[in-house]
T-cell receptor
Framework: QKEVEQDPGPLSVPEGAIVSLNCTYSNSAFQYFMWYRQYSRKGPELLMYTYSSGNKEDGRFTAQVDKSSKYISLFIRDSQPSDSATYLCAAPAGGTSYGKLTFGQGTILTVHP | EAGVAQSPRYKIIEKRQSVAFWCNPISGHATLYWYQQILGQGPKLLIQFQNNGVVDDSQLPKDRFSAERLKGVDSTLKIQPAKLEDSAVYLC??????????????FGPGTRLTVT
């Protein structure tokens, strides 16, 4: 079993839709959870991170963690064509201090006008 | 602030040939990572350096892959000999302080390797 598993998609939504991206994880030691966004032919860039359980909001983006079910979600409100990218959930190895990241396989999102 | 630089951006080689990738991290970043991203998958860590020392190379296929980070700045990843399954994007990332919340790693654009 992979430590971080992600709904592979792909997802195709109309502009303005609410998007839900989901991951599950198996390693109970994970404490931080991150969402990276990767545009085509580019490296990933950090979008948001959360610690432990709960919600975190940043503009149109909300990250949610449910540690009891080991479930991670990213919601995008009022989606825009510029949100079209691959979204990667990730968790750093909390047992070390060096930030080794374990990634999900990514979900390709397309927002069409 | 200049980002992580990688070269070349694209490389096509035949199997059994050798290839090398170069990475220059963000100035002052002590930690450097090499990831392999196969099409349709998330990045997988190959090796992590702290300054010029190796922190983690548990997923590096050491029979064919090697990496070095001389003087704790730029780094080179080499594959010799290449196999078809090495076709992937090789991403370099750096971070400023090991373990600093939120563990932000800054990624370069990657080198897309095709092995034929």
């Amino acid at each position: 079993q992979k430590e971080v598993e992600q709904d592979p998609g792909p997802l195709s939504v109309p502009e303005g839709a609410i998007v839900s991206l989901n991951c599950t994880y198996s390693n109970s030691a994970f404490q931080y959870f991150m969402w990276y966004r990767q545009y085509s032919r580019k490296g990933p860039e950090l979008l948001m991170y959360t610690y432990s359980s709960g919600n975190k909001e940043d503009g149109r983006f909300t990250a949610q963690v449910d540690k009891s079910s080991k479930y991670i979600s990213l919601f995008i409100r009022d989606s825009q064509p510029s949100d079209s990218a691959t979204y990667l959930c990730a968790a750093p190895a909390g047992g070390t201090s060096y930030g080794k990241l374990t990634f999900g396989q990514g979900t390709i999102l397309t927002v069409h006008p | 602030e200049a980002g992580v630089a990688q070269s070349p951006r694209y490389k096509i080689i035949e199997k059994r040939q050798s290839v090398a990738f170069w990475c220059n991290p963000i100035s002052g970043h002590a930690t450097l990572y090499w990831y392999q991203q196969i099409l349709g998958q998330g990045p997988k860590l190959l090796i992590q350096f702290q300054n010029n020392g190796v922190v983690d190379d548990s997923q590096l296929p050491k029979d064919r892959f090697s990496a070095e980070r001389l003087k704790g700045v730029d780094s080179t990843l080499k594959i010799q000999p290449a196999k078809l399954e090495d076709s992937a994007v090789y991403l370099c990332a750096s971070s400023s302080v090991p373990g600093q919340v939120p563990y932000e790693q800054y990624f370069g654009p990657g080198t897309r390797l095709t092995v034929t």
